[in-house]
């Protein structure tokens, strides 16, 4: 199965880290973890001492990296952690099915964590990989072995990290000048950057199927190979960050945005889902579905899915700028539906055989993929819990059809739902859901305490 270590290249036991380290070939360990916003967060140890330690023993950060804001500035209200307490530390324990080569790097590996409780030494709840293992235990107990994949579309520019900075992020120059979706010619000028990618991800444990360009100026997208939930959900943040320090290096910059301008198209985060069971997906069977013949499984979870968007929008979309994205012909689903291999609908269903499954188009780039995976999951077990039907199959142009449900379209409004949601309290636990609703509300806060550069130029003289 796709996602197995040993047929992924790149990836690492630990015997066989410990020769490489006796070698000479790696001399740093990247230690590292998600903070809400899915960045990776941790240390980066010598190799030794990692083999010799930390394999075993794990590491220790500082707990307020759970509750930052994206500035790393403490936000109070929160109950994990805040200044009563002092701020102490978590212990970060490698999960060594994650240690990898990471060949962006000079010598170094990379490993990825769980966060635990330094005194209980039980999984911290509100850590992303914890929410996402939880609902990963939820399928495998009512039967289910859930596999995923993620496309993840991204913008590339010929203009530095540092010199956008420096530039207050304006005057960017975008790798390609004209609407490239597929173009090969568009594709051949961007290979510097994304062969490289293509490279290094496949010899980091992350396989590549392919790299296209996508339908905004220099937008592009490169697609991984499925795995299982957690797995797929690992392999997206190594993607990420390689892709990021990659360009920092190359003196180019790439970003994940979910919205980079108004009449430019927006970066999603497609998410495929199917379930197995003994090996074989559950999907297909001879249920009659709008014009698909499948299983009661697939039909009750895409009705679970469908049917919980609401209440777990800010998990698809974190951010102020997740939002900007749900316009109407954008390639960006508005509407709730689902329809056989329709990029108009927010729930796209495709393939035969085993490799039916559905495509949420929902999510965008900017997610955060664990707890993103982990609100698809829980909605559609909840979904096949309760024998949830999907809506009729959509065929035409959803964007049109303005009598259905559409998505929250700004933040506040998914807070709210989030907020209002028993199936999340559930699926989540009360804990969890408190912590981050005081995690989007501060985010929200913040956008509203500040003066854009669109207020300015609107009311500066005219006003």
């Known amino acids: 199965m796709a996602g197995a270590r040993a047929e992924v290249r790149g990836m690492l036991s630990l015997d066989e880290l410990h020769a490489l380290v006796s070698q000479g070939e790696i001399e740093t360990v990247v230690v590292g973890f ?72 000079s010598r170094s590996a990379l490993v990825l964590c769980d966060v635990h409780a330094t005194t209980s030494h039980q999984p911290v709840e509100v850590a992303p990989r914890t929410i996402l293992r939880r609902q990963v235990t939820a399928a495998h107990e009512a039967g289910f072995e859930p596999l995923v994949a993620s496309e993840l579309e991204h913008y590339l520019f010929r203009t530095s990290y540092a010199d956008a900075a420096r530039g207050t992020l304006r005057d960017l120059t975008p790798a390609g000048w004209y609407l490239e979706d597929y173009h090969l010619l568009q594709g051949a000028r961007t290979e510097d950057f994304h062969g490289a990618v293509r490279r290094h991800l496949k010899g980091s444990g992350v396989p590549i199927e392919n790299s296209k360009g996508e339908w905004g100026r220099g937008q592009h997208e490169v697609n991984v190979r499925y795995a299982d939930a957690m797995t797929m959900a690992d392999r997206h943040v190594v993607f990420k960050q390689c892709m990021k320090e990659v360009a920092d290096a190359m003196g180019v910059s790439v970003t994940f945005m979910a919205k980079v301008a108004a009449n430019q198209a927006g970066s999603g985060c497609h998410i495929h889902v199917s379930l197995r069971r003994e090996g074989r997906s559950v999907f297909p069977g001879a249920t009659t579905c709008g014009p698909l013949s499948c299983s009661d499984e697939f039909r009750w979870f895409l009705g679970g899915w469908i049917a919980r968007v609401p209440e777990v929008m800010v998990l698809y979309a974190p951010t102020i700028n997740s939002y900007k994205r749900y316009a109407d012909a954008s390639w960006a689903p508005t509407r709730l539906a689902w329809s056989r291999d329709n990029r108009t609908a927010g729930f796209r269903v495709v393939g035969d055989g085993d490799g039916l499954r559905i495509e949420c188009r929902l999510a965008g780039a900017d997610c955060n993929p664990y707890l993103a995976f982990a609100a698809s999951l829980a909605a559609g077990l909840d979904g096949i819990a309760n024998r949830t039907e999907p809506p009729p199959h959509f065929s035409g142009d959803v964007y049109a059809a303005r009598d259905l449900p559409r998505v929250p379209y700004s933040l506040a409004e998914a807070i709210d739902r989030f907020a209002a949601s028993d199936f999340a309290k559930r699926a989540f636990g009360e804990s969890v859901v408190e912590h981050y609703l005081h995690f989007f509300r501060s985010e929200q806060r913040a956008y509203d305490a500040a003066v854009t550069d669109w207020e300015f130029q609107r009311y500066f003289e005219r006003i």
């Open 34 to 105: 998600t903070d809400p916003y899915g960045r990776l967060m941790g240390k980066r140890y010598d190799a030794e001492m990692f083999v010799e330690s930390i394999a075993g023993g794990g590491a220790h950060g500082c707990d307020y990296l759970l509750t930052t804001d994206m500035e790393m500035e403490p936000v109070r209200g929160y109950r994990f952690a805040n200044w009563e307490l002092g701020y102490g530390d978590v212990h970060l324990v490698p999960d060594l099915a994650t240690l990898r080569r990471a060949t962006w790097l």
